[in-house]
């Protein structure tokens, strides 16, 4: 098949969605199948040359809706080439301006919403909500209802998305998410996240790795181990990710506040060996979420038999849970504390054991390989090709 992404951006600090649509194409590529992407990113960007298949970068300017003619043209120009596209995300032009040039060029498409419809935003935001409302009545419900599937990547995202907007229904799925094994070469990423905080070589650390984001709930995580720091003297916590909020200063002077400042520990956005290094390093990886789709990253860890400590509000929770490779709590200060305060209390071989089942687990639910495999055959029932082939 040949099949186009839409999404706002290819920029890896954008997080999830577009991590996963890296690794899903390059696996459906795998499979034989065409995939490329166009954005909405300046042609000038550097990570648009950077990935593994064509990126089409269409964008004039940055503001936060990223309006531009430059989509519907390309999509006119060269909607013949493919068979079926995919919409990533909501609430920008990508999805809007996707939709309304797919529509005219009779490409069927689906539609990943990636946990842009969770009930959180609309508790936490009530006035964007209304805001939202409006533009969902307009425009975004309608890309939903005309869509061949919205496709969920767990039952909790599909349940908790339902009622949050009203008017325009539209055709839900939930397919496979999932993620790729970690790359070859323990050692060599070891050593580049060592580089990285040589100060951590041989010593015990916990793991946040993500976007700063208010939703993230960092700062329960800081306020949670200063609690159980005095009781845990040689264990560290590491706090990595790019800081597109500006949140990441009041993080630190939380820190600091706590008395923190020499055991937390704070990277930046890691990448590459070196992320993969920080995976495999650290007892567990804590995600004190108050929102969370999928959490691609709680996957990754599973894959290098690294221990989740997690919230009930991220969506893939009872898969965590039911595979006994982590611990699951609330998205409070008390409920990061006694996550954290629960892995301490593991014996050695307790730890172990959740450090096998976090890799059974992997294997279990979240192999990139099925997830391109679900996504391909809905992708080929949609398109005129599959269809003619069915008939």
């Not at 964007?128 to 969902?136: D, P």
């Not at 998410?177 to 070891?190: I, K, V």
């Not at 990710?241 to 002077?253: E, I, N, R, V, W």
């Not at 959490?295 to 290098?304: L, P, S, T, Y």
Request: hydrophobic share 45%; aromatic share 8%; glycine share 8%.
């Amino acid at each position: 098949m040949r099949i186009l992404n839409i999404i706002a951006s290819a920029d890896p600090e954008t997080g999830g969605p577009i991590e996963a649509l890296r690794l899903t194409g390059l696996q459906m590529a795998r499979l034989g199948h065409a995939v490329e992407v166009v954005t909405l990113d300046k042609p000038s960007t550097p990570y648009a040359g950077e990935f593994p298949f064509p990126v089409h970068a269409c964008g004039r300017w940055t503001p936060r809706y990223c309006y531009t003619r430059e989509l519907a043209r390309w999509i006119a120009a060269n909607a013949h080439r493919f068979d079926a596209a995919v919409v990533h995300g909501l609430w920008n032009h990508a999805s809007v301006g996707g939709w309304s040039a797919l529509r005219r060029a009779g490409l069927p498409y689906i539609v990943f919403a990636h946990g842009m419809m969770d009930p959180w935003f609309r508790e936490t935001h009530p006035f964007k909500h209304i805001a939202k409302q409006a533009f969902w009545l307009a425009w975004q419900g309608r890309v939903l209802r005309d869509a061949a599937a919205v496709l969920f990547t767990c039952e909790e995202e599909r349940r908790r998305a339902r009622g949050v907007f009203r008017g325009h229904g539209y055709p839900e799925r939930v397919v496979a998410f999932g993620t790729a094994d970690p790359p070859a070469g323990a050692e060599s990423q070891l050593a580049a996240f060592h580089r990285l905080l040589p100060e951590l070589k041989d010593k015990r650390f916990l793991l946040f790795l993500g976007r700063f984001h208010a939703k993230k709930g960092c700062d329960l995580l800081i306020e949670a181990f200063a609690k159980i720091a005095a009781i845990e003297p040689d264990l560290d916590l590491v706090v990595a990710g790019p800081d597109q909020s500006g949140l990441k200063s009041k993080l630190l002077a939380q820190a600091a506040k706590a008395g923190m400042t020499d055991r937390i520990h704070w990277p930046g956005m890691v990448a590459g060996d070196a992320k993969w290094g920080a995976l495999r390093a650290a007892e567990a990886l804590v995600l004190p979420s108050h929102q969370e789709n999928f959490g691609i990253v709680v996957a990754e860890a599973m894959a290098c038999a690294t221990p989740v400590l997690l919230t009930d509000k991220v969506n893939i929770w009872r898969d965590v849970k039911a595979s006994g490779g982590g611990l699951v709590g609330a998205d409070t200060s008390q409920g990061i504390e006694s996550l954290l305060r629960s892995w301490l209390a593991l014996s050695d071989d307790g730890k172990s054991a959740m450090r096998a089942h976090a890799r059974a687990g992997f294997e279990r639910h979240f192999r990139i390989e099925t997830a391109a495999r679900d996504l391909i055959a809905i992708l080929h029932s949609i398109s005129a090709r599959g269809f003619h082939e069915a008939a």
